[in-house]
């Protein structure tokens, strides 16, 4: 290759994006390995940026300068040959005195982390999901979602910003984190893990590109979600559901349906069912009702959050509001191993007959018709 191959195309610095399909990249180390306009250079353990989907390895710009510093050191050396091992930058920001695990390379390699001001604010600090469940039920904090993978932790005075990546591990700024009561930072330490080099998500297209692109029907009906446990929060003071690990694991690695089998509608309706229904905290509605005066011992906890609609917003219809989450329960016992054939039949009659399809219709029809119909719930 030529010396002219490493400098970035039309000067355009590289971006954490893949030229080929455009999915984000993680920071991976490799041996660089190349002739470089008539020197041979080896350098271990180079900073890449990988596109795990396409295999391609693209150098962040300060790697193409140490192949350019390398290249002109050993020319003026007089050698055709440079063979190095890198060190790893060590470095510590001083943000907060709680001794995070970080790595300073994601803050110098990942494109678009580094600035002029605040040294080290951008570092992506690395936590286990768990992580996240205190903070859905503190009575202090409370987790909020734009979509499956960006949120934000609310403070008492503030808040964080928070992205899940690919690999299901949470992401934090450093300077954020500093922000945080002592107390908390400790907290977050307990749950702390190294850096896995991978921030590429709706966290980072948000934070650092700006970049807000309209989110697909799955990412708001789970921000809806989020949005709707948050105003009864506000309102009666209580989470009437609960985002635990389970339906954090389930939400983030959903996928619409691709194809139409007996497997994939039983994981579509099970899943589906587990984030939006069983996680409806029914003793909490429960004790809402209670002080309401309305009795809620034989009620579920549809019939219990349709009641507190009726009570708190008599204007909507409640019943038809909140029926596409009763059709999905009975969506999920059709799909049922252990439901008969004749009864699995007249449930699905049912079910087609309330989301307004013909008989005989499909599993994408019905999954489109059902989102339709939740993303109408309104708070």
């Excluded at 440079?82 to 995070?100: D, G, H, L, S, V």
């Excluded at 992580?131 to 949120?151: C, E, H, I, M, Q």
């Excluded at 209670?290 to 579920?300: F, I």
């Excluded at 507190?308 to 909140?322: G, K, N, Q, R």
Aim: charged residues 25%.
């Amino acid at each position: 290759m030529e010396l002219s191959d490493v400098f970035p195309k039309d000067g355009i610095p590289q971006r954490n994006y893949c030229d080929k399909c455009k999915s984000n990249l993680d920071l991976t180390f490799s041996e660089f390995k190349e002739t470089v306009s008539g020197v041979s250079i080896e350098i271990a353990g180079l900073p890449f940026l990988h596109c795990p989907k396409c295999t391609i390895n693209y150098l962040p710009d300060r790697s193409r300068m140490v192949i350019i510093d390398a290249h002109e050191r050993t020319r003026k050396s007089n050698s055709n040959k440079f063979q190095a091992t890198r060190r790893k930058i060590e470095a510590n920001f001083k943000f907060t005195k709680i001794p995070f695990l970080y790595d300073p390379d994601d803050y110098y390699y990942i494109p678009g982390l580094t600035r002029p001001w605040d040294e080290g604010f951008l570092t992506p600090v690395f936590f286990n999901r768990n992580v996240l469940l205190k903070y859905d039920n503190s009575p202090d904090y409370r987790l909020t979602f734009a979509s499956t993978t960006y949120g934000q932790i609310n403070t008492p005075d503030d808040y964080i910003s928070i992205g899940i990546n690919r690999f299901g591990n949470v992401v934090m700024w450093l300077g954020d984190i500093a922000k945080l009561p002592e107390s908390e930072q400790y907290y977050l330490r307990s749950e702390n893990r190294d850096s896995d080099h991978s921030i590429g998500s709706e966290f980072y297209d948000g934070q650092i590109e700006c970049i807000f692109t309209e989110p697909n029907r799955e990412n708001r009906l789970f921000a809806e979600r989020s949005d709707f446990v948050e105003a009864c929060f506000l309102r009666f003071g209580t989470k009437i559901a609960h985002l635990d690990s389970e339906v954090m694991d389930l939400s983030i690695g959903f996928n619409p349906p691709v194809v139409d089998t007996e497997k994939e509608r039983r994981h579509i309706a099970d899943t589906l069912n587990k984030i939006y229904v069983e996680s409806l905290h029914r003793d909490a509605l429960g004790k809402i009702l209670t002080t309401l005066g309305v009795e809620a011992k034989d009620l579920g906890s549809l019939k219990r959050l349709q009641k507190v609609m009726e009570y708190f917003a008599p204007a909507e219809d409640a019943a038809s509001l909140i029926v596409p989450f009763f059709v999905l329960y009975d969506l999920r016992v059709a799909y049922s191993h252990l439901t008969s054939a004749a009864t699995s039949a007249d449930i699905m009659a049912k079910v087609l007959e309330r989301l307004a399809l013909p008989i005989g219709s499909g599993l994408q029809p019905i999954y489109d018709a059902l989102l339709d119909r939740m993303l109408v719930f309104r708070v």
